[in-house]
């Protein structure tokens, strides 16, 4: 079996099967009171959470550039060599890792399509061929790949995923940026000996600061540390240059983790730890970094995640008892009402009925207002964005221009290379101003979600007071509200779905869905291409030009063809701006509108659903009553013994849920 890297797992695996049962026991003593009580909203809710539970996985994605030991260390946590590594930058695909009872790899490619391979035919295929120039992706049309594979870790419930190595071209990176909202822990790999380059800090920076994720620091090859010092055996020098490195890694870290260093950023020796996993798989883990990383990932993983994820099974639970009680508290009241008098009540009833419909309409008429308001805010925000592009164009871009200096630009090879150079360096610049342009929109989207959710609350309030008036009519007398369900389940559910800690996952969802990928073609594609193809390149070539012929290239011919380039640059843009800006309003307004669109029609389906429900529940009532089928002090029996099973139900999980605290 091998040594577990992280006993909480079997725990956790454990309550999920134990939740899950629960809510189906709630199911099964639910169900036969369908012919009384109309729960489909209900049974779905509680069906859907535990089909979750069920197939619950705790997902871990690795991200970092080429060669940082990203597969390496997996496979350490596997125990075995799984995973291609190689000395040469490697691994090709998003690789999803997950248990299967016999080994399978699944290709997946961007047409939708799919292709099942052995494991060696797939390290064949799809590593990366170091004789390949890094430009020329031969995988552009494959999307990811599944591997299955029986191993005891996955058996556990851990998926874990492996990435490429962070990619000069950006739509290569959004294959992995696309997966990361799916994982629960991102482990971000540096090597020891190479601290933090510009281009993991510009990723760090752009994808993953501030983005609510868990994230986890990896000093990998710490080893290595040793191959630097003058006398690699002794303690001190080596203690002294350990400090020092952590020294650095504090510093240029701290943007990322803060003062939680110690908690967040691990040194490890990835290769060590699996050469010792393969010769003795029970021992416990000799390097202390990666003994801790595995200590802090597995108090994570019952600390913060099992109650993330259990913590709505609670609320539903309880939710649902609630639920059941009104309605069969309901029924106490309705116990000796005869026909008459009861259709005399669902008449009577009417106006509080038609109140529960204007709260809806009210509130659908809300989200509809701060749809169309947000819509258009953002779009005339992006509008004036890009519009603003050219004005500052000159200190923005100024980081990612090409080092003139080192360009050739006479010889038509140094040009294509100059013109390579170039487009990496537009298009880097453009994918930083919309992110940055993205990241403004963040702010906006979570002040109008905290007020629907407010509005929601509010609206549920006042829903509430009516049903609760509608018990006491039915029942003539002041009917106690059920326990804690002071909001209506469909409040609860509208509350809940927008108002989550600060960098909500709803609000990365809209912002998602707002195509910046696209946005960032059609930008490079219309000023990136024509900025080359243009008359930029004659007009820069001709100083360097003269300055070759006259002196070679001095620094005052290197600052006017930079100024030149600058120049042309922002008259580009500003011929094709005003364009970008026009046709990009449609999506970005669609994205925003298909978002507001989603929730209102969750939420008002919930709260027509309860309506109905509560409608047609009198109506069955009285139906019973009419046709003699009634005979309700039986029934009430009937009733308070599924209450008993269900408030049983609730019971255990809680004292589950217990566990996790
Ligand atoms: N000395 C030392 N070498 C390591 C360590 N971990 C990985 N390596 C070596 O580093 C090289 C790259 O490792 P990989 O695991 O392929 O790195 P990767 O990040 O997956 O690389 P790509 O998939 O190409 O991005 C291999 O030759 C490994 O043997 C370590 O802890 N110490
Ligand atoms: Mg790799």
Redesign the pocket.
């Known amino acids: 079996m091998g040594l577990v890297p992280f006993p909480h797992l079997s725990q956790i695996a454990t309550l999920r099967q134990a939740l899950a049962t629960q809510l189906d026991a709630m199911v099964s003593s639910l169900v036969p009171l369908q012919s009384k009580f109309d729960l489909t909203q209900l049974l779905a809710d509680l069906q859907t959470a535990s089909e979750r539970l069920r197939h619950g996985v705790f997902r871990i994605m690795?991200l970092?550039?080429?060669?940082?030991?990203?597969?390496?260390?997996?496979?350490?946590l596997l125990g075995q060599p799984l995973?291609?590594?190689?000395?040469?930058?490697?691994?090709?695909l998003l690789t999803i890792l997950r248990y299967g009872d016999s080994p399978q790899v699944t290709v997946h490619f961007t047409d939708g399509t799919a292709q099942q391979l052995d494991m060696d035919t797939f390290t064949q295929r799809y590593t990366?061929d170091p004789t390949e120039t890094r430009q020329a992706s031969p995988f552009d049309h494959v999307s990811h790949a599944v591997i299955a594979y029986p191993l005891p870790l996955l058996k556990q419930g851990v998926e874990i995923v492996?990435?490429?190595?962070l990619n000069d071209t950006e739509a290569r990176n959004q294959l992995s940026l696309g997966y990361i909202q799916n994982c629960h822990a991102i482990l971000f790999?540096l090597?020891a000996t190479q601290p933090c380059t510009l281009a993991e800090r510009r990723y760090l920076n752009n994808y993953l600061q501030n983005k609510g994720l868990s994230l986890f620091f990896l000093l990998?090859?710490?080893?290595?540390i040793k191959d630097s010092l003058l006398d690699p055996d002794d303690p001190d020098e080596l203690a002294e240059a350990e400090t020092r490195l952590h020294q650095v890694f504090r510093s240029t870290l701290s943007d990322y983790c803060g003062d939680r260093y110690d908690q967040r950023v691990f040194p490890?020796?990835?290769?060590?730890?699996?050469r010792q996993r393969m010769k003795s798989p029970d021992a416990a883990i000799g390097d202390t970094g990666f003994a801790r990383f595995l200590t802090t990932l597995d108090n994570f993983l019952i600390q913060e995640r099992a109650r993330a994820e259990f913590e709505p099974v609670v609320a539903l639970s309880q939710r649902a008892m609630a639920e059941l009680k009104e309605k069969v508290q309901l029924r106490q009241a309705l116990l000796d009402q005869g026909v008459a008098e009861l259709r005399q009540s669902i008449l009577t009833l009417a106006p509080a009925f038609e109140q529960l419909v204007k709260i809806r309409d009210d509130f659908q008429q809300e989200i509809r207002t701060s749809c169309d308001r947000n819509a258009t805010a953002t779009t005339t925000a992006f509008r004036d964005f890009i519009l603003n592009l050219e004005t500052t164009f000159e200190q923005d871009f100024a980081p990612y221009q090409p080092d003139l200096s080192l360009v050739e630009l006479v010889s038509p090879a140094g040009r294509q290379q100059f013109n390579q150079s170039l487009e990496t360096a537009f298009q880097q610049y453009l994918n930083d101003q919309l992110l940055r342009w993205s990241r403004t929109l963040e702010p906006t989207l979570r002040s109008a979600f905290q007020t629907l959710s407010e509005r929601a609350a509010h609206y549920g309030a006042s829903y509430s007071q009516i049903t609760q008036q509608i018990l006491t009519t039915l029942s003539g007398q002041s009917v106690a509200v059920p326990l804690d369900n002071s909001q209506p389940s469909w409040a609860a559910w509208a509350v809940n779905a927008l108002q989550q800690p600060a960098d909500t996952p709803e609000i990365k969802a809209v912002v998602a869905s707002i195509d910046l990928q696209s946005i960032l073609i059609n930008l490079v594609a219309a000023i990136g291409t024509s900025l080359l193809a243009s008359s930029l390149i004659s007009s820069i070539a001709g100083p360097i030009t003269l300055g070759i012929a006259s002196l070679g290239i001095g620094a005052l011919q290197v600052d006017q063809t930079r100024r030149a380039l600058v120049k042309a640059a922002r008259q580009e843009l500003s011929t094709h701006l005003p364009r970008i800006a026009a046709e990009q309003q449609q999506p970005i307004h669609s994205a925003i509108v298909n978002y507001f669109r989603d929730y209102e029609q969750a939420v008002i389906s919930r709260l027509d659903a309860d309506i109905k429900a509560r409608k047609q529940d009198l109506e069955t009532l009285l139906t019973q009553k009419q046709t003699q089928e009634y005979q309700g002090q039986h029934e009430l029996e009937q009733l308070q013994v599924v209450l008993e099973q269900v408030q049983q139900a609730n019971q255990t999980i809680r004292q589950l849920y217990g566990e996790v605290q």
């Open positions: 690795v970092g550039d080429m060669k940082r030991g990203k597969s390496t260390f997996l496979n350490a995973l291609p590594s190689n000395v040469n930058p490697c691994t090709a990366i492996d990435s490429p190595g790999m090597r990998n090859a710490w080893d290595h490890i020796s990835a290769l060590e730890v699996l």
